[in-house]
T-cell receptor, first 115, second 113 residues
């Protein structure tokens, strides 16, 4: 079974530029998560999708961040315009939302540096 | 509001030692608790998942326990090896509101050869 795929792995941009990240979850996983992990901290949930609907985006800075999940499969996360404090690793995860287990599987992450 | 704390923040031990990592959470209304490993520059690898009705889970040299009433979980690593060096994170799936994972800040483990 293929894992969660993310691209790009690394991205360096200047502040006020825009950037987009892509995630392809494990086949058949209905739930997809985007997390932000700042150095030295645990991951913080930005947005959670169930199929192509948003379940929770309470911690997504909606003035600059946006996300979509087309056809309930792939997802993109966009930042426009980027700020210095957006430098972090952006992790995508997926889970099979079926009864007893919500075990999450993570992708390798995208390391974003904003200069 | 659910908060997850991990102590210690960092730990350095000689190879072969048995060790315990701690995770505490403030709200006992959880669906499950998951332990992850994160290597530098990499994503998270799931180690063990404990459902709220379970007391422990084992995988190889790893054993995780859960005490919901006291808001605690421990990850026990037997006979530690240099390859176990990584950051270990716990996350709880809260049942209040939407099913959302809340992560601790992690324990950075270094096993010395």
């Amino acid at each position: 079974e293929a894992g969660v795929a993310q691209s790009p792995r690394y991205k360096i941009i200047e502040k006020r530029q825009s950037v987009a990240f892509w995630c392809n979850p494990i086949s058949g996983h209905a739930t997809l998560y985007w997390y932000q992990q700042i150095l030295g901290q645990g991951p913080k949930l930005l947005i959670q999708f169930q199929n192509n609907g948003v379940v929770d985006d309470s911690q997504l800075p909606k003035d600059r961040f946006s996300a979509e999940r087309l056809k309930g499969v792939d997802s993109t996360l966009k930042i426009q315009p980027a700020k210095l404090e957006d430098s972090a690793v952006y992790l995508c995860a997926s889970s099979r939302t079926s009864g007893s287990s919500h075990e999450q599987y993570f992708g390798p992450g995208t390391r974003l540096t904003v200069t | 509001k659910q908060e997850v704390t991990q102590i210690p923040a960092a730990l350095s031990v000689p190879e072969g030692e048995n060790l315990v990592l701690n995770c505490s959470f403030t709200d006992s209304a959880i669906y499950n608790l998951q332990w992850f490993r994160q290597d530098p520059g990499k994503g998270l690898t799931s180690l063990l998942l404990i459902q709220s009705s379970q007391r422990e889970q084992t995988s190889g040299r790893l054993n995780a326990s859960l005490d919901k009433s006291s808001g605690r979980s421990t990850l026990y690593i037997a006979a530690s090896q240099p390859g176990d060096s990584a950051t270990y994170l716990c996350a709880v799936l809260a049942t209040s509101g939407t099913y959302k994972y809340i992560f601790g800040t992690g324990t950075r483990l270094k096993v010395l050869a």
